[in-house]
């Protein structure tokens, strides 16, 4: 199984990518504070990607679950000493209660859900396996990430110049 945050659906949707997911994972399960965050509130505030990413729990590619918020990432928060978002939390506790990876791009969430035993990746990696096995071209998946950059992805300038750096090896 498969479990993805927010940012992971707002980013692939955004470039019509977020059958990347299917391709790569087939079904993708989230937590209900992420469809919340990615469709409802994304509706609300007139987001195109929210309609692509309720078209794909519509079409059962994307799955929404119930679940709490396990009281270990709750204690995870204190002992890192920071606040992870519903969705986050959420994201965490359904990869953890099945055993899932989680795909997810905040670097506080990934290092709480790894600390837990959860395997995280993000989109950086998505893109990248998707060009190994064919579902993207490296142009595309270059074009991809600098325009995930000019619409406000952060990362650090060594993991930018890392991920071209893998892109072009492969």
Do not use: H
Not at 60 to 82: A, L, Y
Not at 114 to 143: D, M, P
């Amino acid at each position: 199984m498969t479990v993805a945050d927010t940012g992971i659906l707002i980013w692939l949707a955004r470039y019509n990518k977020l059958k990347l997911l299917k391709d790569l994972y087939g079904k993708i399960d989230i937590p209900a504070e992420v469809f919340e965050e990615a469709v409802t509130a994304g509706k609300l505030n007139g987001y195109p990607d929210a309609e692509i990413i309720e078209s794909a729990v519509i079409n059962e590619d994307i799955i929404v679950k119930n679940t709490g918020v396990s009281q270990k990432v709750d204690e995870m928060e204190k002992v890192f000493n920071c606040k992870l978002g519903k969705g986050e939390r959420e994201a965490i506790t359904l990869a953890l209660k099945t055993d899932s990876l989680l795909l997810i791009n905040d670097e506080e969430a990934s290092t709480i859900a790894e600390f837990l035993g959860v395997k995280t990746k993000g989109v950086l990696f998505i893109l990248l396996k998707s060009v190994k096995l064919g579902l993207l071209k490296k142009n595309e998946s270059l074009a991809i990430f600098q325009q995930m950059l000019e619409d406000g992805f952060w990362l650090a300038p060594t993991t930018a110049v890392e991920f071209e750096k893998i892109l072009f090896e492969l």
